[in-house]
């Protein structure tokens, strides 16, 4: 059969195809019927789907580690880390951080760019954590205290550069001793707190126990400006200048100020003689502290006593120290545990091993060291400046005043007790 004769049958052919239109109509209708539920379906499906994703999403981001660390008191980013950072640790949370935090802070900084908006604007991430009273954790106080009770003494070092910062912590490190790194208000107006907060980074990522402590804030205002910068974990409230009466009020006021921000406190009933860089107290008399002083200022809530009992700042007479020990042993039987005692005055030029082992067996668990390390820094530059380049003038006087400090550690015992 041709082709043309087959479509003249089918065409002539009514019934069959109206059975067959039919049978199509009834087809599409029912593949409309089909789709119709198929798509009612997949709308379930998809909402369903939708659904599921926007709860893991949630449950994800609410689990987020930076979202966990912030909850706890860690900054969530670099960002929040570098402006804590600013506000320098006042509180103990952030006074802990270890150096693998730090290094968690740069991967989890991802959180920046995956979430700009919301990593820079929510409260619960940009809030600085809440700052802690519970001044045990103090790692000052915990560095001192330990020494105490080990029967030995912390070299703090009054450090007026970066070398004198790293020298600490390098011969800290060598050593595996614990160390202070000491600055004076010097270092705050100086270098508009850039110094401190050097020293709080350094502090932070030693690997032995390191803590940032200001020597002699001589004024309310620079005590308070140190406090609410951050990065000191102690502050010696040296009031000492002012006439006892007063002295005692505003070490009870500036105490209270500091602990209120975690951080701990040194203060001098007396007055030590003398003056270094630094610190002037010159044209005033030195006076000895007695047991009954030192008993009034532990009633204030300081933690580290500095007694004035012969020792001076800066230069002693030919004749060398001529210290009271007895004046010393009665003043640590007087306050026992409840603080520690500082030495001030630990010039380079007779505070050698002997000495400092003597005080020691009296009490003393803090040696404040100030010539000691930066002579040998001022050594090297003398003696090569015009003629090595300064990096080689930097990395020499680092070393000189870190090999200064370890002899130090060595002749105080604190070699080894990191
Ligand atoms: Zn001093």
């Known amino acids: ?43 379930w499906v998809i909402t369903s789907a939708t ?6 999403a949630t449950l994800l981001w609410q689990c987020r580690p930076d979202r966990i660390l912030s909850s706890v008191g860690y900054p969530s980013s670099r960002n929040d880390w570098g402006a804590s950072s600013s506000n320098l640790l006042k509180d103990s949370g952030t006074q802990h951080i270890s150096p693998s935090y730090l290094d968690a802070s740069i991967q989890l900084d991802l959180s920046r760019y995956l979430f700009p908006t919301y990593s820079h604007s929510h409260p619960s991430i940009m809030a600085p954590a809440a700052k802690s009273k519970d001044l045990s954790q103090n790692r000052a106080i915990k560095i001192v205290s330990a020494a105490a009770a080990g029967g030995y003494a912390v070299p703090a070092m009054c450090c007026y550069n970066v070398e004198a910062i ?28 850039l110094l401190v907060h050097a020293a709080a980074e350094a502090a932070d990522k030693a690997s032995v126990p390191v803590a940032v402590h200001m020597d ?9 400006r140190a406090a609410d910068l951050g990065g000191f974990d102690g502050i010696m409230v040296d009031m000492s200048h002012y006439e006892m009466e007063e002295n005692f009020a505003l070490t009870r006021e500036l105490v209270e100020y500091c602990n209120e921000r975690g951080i701990i406190t040194e203060a001098e009933p007396g007055r030590i003689d003398g003056g270094e860089d630094g610190v002037d107290v010159s044209e005033l008399q030195g006076l000895l502290t007695t047991p009954e002083q030192a008993e009034d200022f532990v009633s204030l809530g300081i933690n580290w006593l500095a007694p004035a009992f012969g020792n001076v700042h800066g230069k002693y007479g030919p004749q060398g120290p001529q210290l009271e020990y007895d004046r010393l042993e009665s003043i640590q039987k007087q306050v026992g545990d409840r603080v520690h005692l500082v030495l001030h005055g630990a010039g380079r030029e007779w505070f050698k091993e002997d000495l400092l082992k003597k005080v020691i067996k009296c009490g003393v668990a803090k040696c404040n060291l100030n010539d000691a390390m930066n002579d040998h820094f001022v050594d090297v530059l003398k003696a090569k400046a015009g003629t090595a380049p300064l990096t080689a003038l930097i990395e020499e006087g680092t070393n000189a005043m870190q090999k200064a400090i370890e002899q130090y550690m060595d002749w105080m015992g604190s070699t080894g007790k990191a």
């Open 1 to 43: 059969m041709s082709q043309g004769s087959s479509q003249q049958a089918c065409s002539t052919n009514t019934p069959i195809k109206l059975i067959i239109e039919a049978m199509v109509a009834d087809g599409w209708s029912q593949t409309e019927r089909q789709l119709s539920q198929g798509w009612d379906e997949n709308i």
């Open 216 to 224: 002699h804030a001589q004024t309310p205002e620079i005590v308070r």
């Open 51 to 56: 659904f599921v994703i926007a709860l893991i």
């Open 166 to 193: 790293i020298a600490s912590v390098r011969a800290a490190e060598a050593k595996q001793s614990p160390v202070i790194i000491q600055l004076f208000p010097w270092a705050v107006t100086y270098a508009d707190g």
